[in-house]
């Protein structure tokens, strides 16, 4: 009897903590990483600890246990201070090992020594002055979009928390309150949090996000607010040309709020009346509802910024001269797409665009986008003018040209349409471009900055196709 009431108040234990992990979890991932941050740092796993304490222990044994926890504080700083700085070039379970060395010493440490208040404040003092300054260069890491943890390391997670808080409350009479101090603010969270972000997204994630942990323990906020990147479509005509495979590209104004002064491809936002000209789209059927969205928005902001229309009119794409007598006859683009497209009853070439890439702007930059490039080979006679506004001209070019005269200087580059004009590089023809394409997966590409001795470089997947996953930074503008 007295074994089952034991066992069920052990169970109860375990169920609390693991609850509070879970809402604290939860809330951390849906306040963005400020907010974030400081729910991830704060004792999850340590107040329900506490709370079991005050039920059966004395005051004399909470406040010494208490003084002790304060103290480990410094070695979870230091933890963190270490995985932060060699997650990046280890393994998850080698940085974990060997960042748990300073805590498994200092909680070791502290078993003999008679702790007061006041060197406990100094102790956290110096350990944190100690970790900031060891993890000063990691903010320029860039990690991975926000994304909501599984239900499996969640409950993993509330599992490891729960049983390590419910053991050492159990046992706290026979350990005593040093150790019980020390044991109840073990990191679990941190740990179970860098292991889950090492193994899904690789050291420099792990780093970053353990670093905003760090900088929020004792109230510090290093991140930047968090900007939702805008669904977006960018589009590469392609035309075949003497010298070989041509790509239309546009000089964006020098005023632009994007990638101003830049060479790029023509593309931007989705607008949210692009939506309704699903009904212009005679192929809409075989496509889901954002991917369609995704290519009329392409389709219209190369229109809106070069003047070259992808859709077809009884059936034939349109020629230079039709589309000329079409805005005769029903206003200049600046009249409004929608209104040109629906009043001539046009059928949107949506079937024409092929999937090409899929890269999202780095979590630190103040404007971020969700971009999807498509290529598509050139209406025949339609002639590219650029719009005045947002782009100032418009031309064909080789991508071995433009990445010459970008590597001369001459043009400035964004790192994303860079990488693109190497891949595209690689086709001689329309046809060979377009084959090439459909035959590779899409990979998201999201860059990362790392430092490095020979200076900052930018990380790609492999398997994104660019033929490097390390490109040295240089003056490569990331807009």
């Given at each position: ?211 905003g942990a760090l900088l929020a323990m004792p109230g510090f906020s290093a991140e930047p607010p968090d900007v939702t990147p805008r669904p977006a479509a960018t589009l590469l005509l ?79 794409l349109l020629s230079a001269e039709l589309l000329a007598a079409l805005l005769q006859r029903h206003g200049r683009s600046d009249a409004g797409f929608a209104a040109l497209v629906a ?137």
């Amino acid at each position: 009897m007295i074994l089952t009431a034991t066992l069920l108040t052990l169970l109860v234990k375990v169920a609390i903590t693991a609850a509070t992990v879970v809402a604290a979890s939860v809330a951390a991932e849906r306040a963005g990483p400020v907010i974030g941050g400081i729910i991830v740092a704060l004792p999850v796993s340590a107040g329900p600890g506490y709370v079991f304490l005050a039920q059966q222990a004395s005051d004399a044994f909470i406040a010494r246990s208490a003084l002790y926890s304060l103290a480990m504080t410094a070695a979870t700083a230091l933890y963190l201070a270490v995985y932060v700085r060699i997650a990046p070039y280890l393994g998850a379970l080698a940085s974990v090992a060997i960042a748990l060395v300073p805590w498994l010493v200092i909680a070791a440490l502290l078993q003999r020594i008679e702790l007061a208040w006041w060197s406990t404040v100094i102790l956290n003092l110096a350990a944190f002055a100690f970790a900031l300054r060891l993890t000063r260069d990691s903010a320029a890491i860039e990690g991975p979009p926000r994304q909501v943890t599984g239900l499996r390391d969640l409950l993993l997670r509330a599992l490891l928390a729960g049983s390590l808080v419910a053991t050492v409350v159990t046992v706290s009479e026979l350990i005593g309150p040093r150790l019980t101090g020390s044991a109840v603010t073990f990191p679990v969270v941190l740990t179970t949090l860098g292991l889950i972000m090492h193994h899904r997204y690789g050291g420099h994630a792990a780093s970053r996000a353990l670093r905003g942990a760090l900088l929020a323990m004792p109230g510090f906020s290093a991140e930047p607010p968090d900007v939702t990147p805008r669904p977006a479509a960018t589009l590469l005509l392609l035309r075949d040309g003497a010298e070989g495979l041509e790509v239309l590209m546009t000089v964006r104004h020098e005023d632009a709020g994007f990638a101003g002064g830049a060479l790029v491809f023509p593309g931007g936002k989705v607008d949210p009346a692009d939506r309704a000209l699903a009904r212009y789209c005679a192929d809409k059927a075989t496509l889901d509802e954002s991917t369609l969205v995704l290519r009329i928005a392409a389709i219209r902001e190369t229109f809106e910024e070069c003047g070259i229309l992808l859709a077809r009119a009884d059936g034939a794409l349109l020629s230079a001269e039709l589309l000329a007598a079409l805005l005769q006859r029903h206003g200049r683009s600046d009249a409004g797409f929608a209104a040109l497209v629906a009043a001539a009853g046009l059928d949107l070439a949506v079937d024409d665009l092929v999937p090409y890439a899929h890269w999202i702007t780095p979590v630190d930059r103040p404007k971020r986008f969700d971009t999807h490039f498509f290529l598509a080979p050139a209406a025949p006679d339609q002639i590219a003018v650029h719009d005045g506004r947002e782009t100032v001209d418009a031309t064909w070019a080789t991508p071995d040209a433009v990445l010459r005269d970008a590597d001369e200087k001459r043009v400035k580059l964004v790192f994303a349409t860079r990488m693109n004009l190497v891949k595209l590089a690689r086709s001689r023809t329309v046809a060979d471009a377009l084959a090439a394409a459909r035959s590779a997966p899409i990979v998201t590409v999201m860059p990362v900055v790392e430092k490095t001795s020979a200076g900052p470089c930018i990380h790609i997947p492999e398997e994104a196709g660019y033929g490097a996953t390390r490109i040295a930074a240089g003056d490569i503008p990331r807009a």
